[in-house]
């Protein structure tokens, strides 16, 4: 029928509904746990050695600048000056820390030095953490600290445990030698201040003295970082991030594809190990993070996937022929508008 200056179309439908392909769609009805944990206890027992150490320097400096004045005065101001500020730095840093994880240091004054840390045995810095998996994990990390391999893979229980300590605190063993050396520093000095002062060689006693503040400020230096990356990682913890800094992308690939060799049956990653970053991993799995007993611990609960593959419709419903109504479309052939619709009866 034409009704000018209208055109007048029926639109026949058969089907009323379309499947949109939406791409392919599979199931999960199993996970792999994979945790990876950050001891805290050997950089505390840093903090603790290099306090130690800074009063112990702070005597030797009294005692050498009332003997004499003129040789260590300067020397001992400079060191005073220094490691004030880099002090503060590390208490004002290090406070936050522990507060944001509920840990508070017990303060036993011989000047600054810390004598103990308590805290919560558990603290949830987000997501959550079943109590039985919280007590397994403690008892597979104290097993994994004592030993000297970087990965505990448990297959029954689908989780590997990845000790990442040394990756973080990568200085950590340079640090270490360096209060070995302030030992044998303090004490050689210690011992010789005992003697009568026109007993000693000045020059060995002034060259000794320099080589202890030297090595103290640039431990310090360091202590600073660490006390920085600690804290940095704890901030991201608490907005369900892992730092960056913690594992590389290298080797976090590897673990994957160590994982995935141990996958049960034909289960698979829902990504490609060859590709996955850290913060693609943390929006895929299920995270929970928390610190117990002196360890930062992330777990990530990796979905695995079912090998039968579906595909998935989206369901579009669309006008169809009911009893004698059909779709009509009208059009005005001199216009540039949009042609409207309309249902009718049968014309």
Known sequence: ?????????????????????????????????????????????????TINFYNKTEKICETLQKESPELFNTTCGNFALTSASLLQEISRKRSNMLQSIDVEEINKREKRGLINIVGHIQKT???TLDDEDG????????????????????????????????????????????????????KNLETSLKRVWYQLDELEIRATTTNLITTLLL????????????????SAAQNGIIHSGM????????????????LPGQLKLPFDVNYISLYELSKTSKLAIVYMNGTLVFELVIPLLNPVELTL??????????????MHQFSHPNSNTWPF???TSTI
């Open 1 to 49: 029928m034409q009704n000018s200056p209208y055109n007048v179309s029926t639109i026949p439908h058969e089907s009323g509904i379309y499947f949109e392909n939406r791409g392919s769609l599979r199931f999960t009805n199993s996970d792999w746990k994979l945790l990876i944990y950050i001891n805290l206890d050997n950089y505390n027992n840093r903090y603790i050695e």
């Open 125 to 127: 810095l987000f997501g």
């Open 135 to 186: 007590e397994m994990y403690n008892t597979q990390i104290r097993e994994l600290q004592s030993s000297r391999v970087g990965m505990l893979k448990i297959v029954d229980k689908q989780t590997s445990i990845l000790k990442l300590t040394n990756s973080v605190f990568k200085e950590a063993q340079l640090m270490e030698n360096q209060i070995r050396n302030l030992n044998i520093s303090c």
């Open 219 to 234: 431990l310090l230096q360091q202590l600073v970082f660490e006390t920085d990356m600690v804290g940095e990682i704890i």
């Open 247 to 262: 594992i590389s992308t290298r080797e976090l690939r590897m673990q994957l594809r160590d994982i995935l060799i141990s």
């Open 313 to 326: 419709y989206h369901i579009i419903p669309l006008p169809v022929r009911k009893e004698q109504l059909y």
């Open 341 to 343: 619709q309309k249902r």
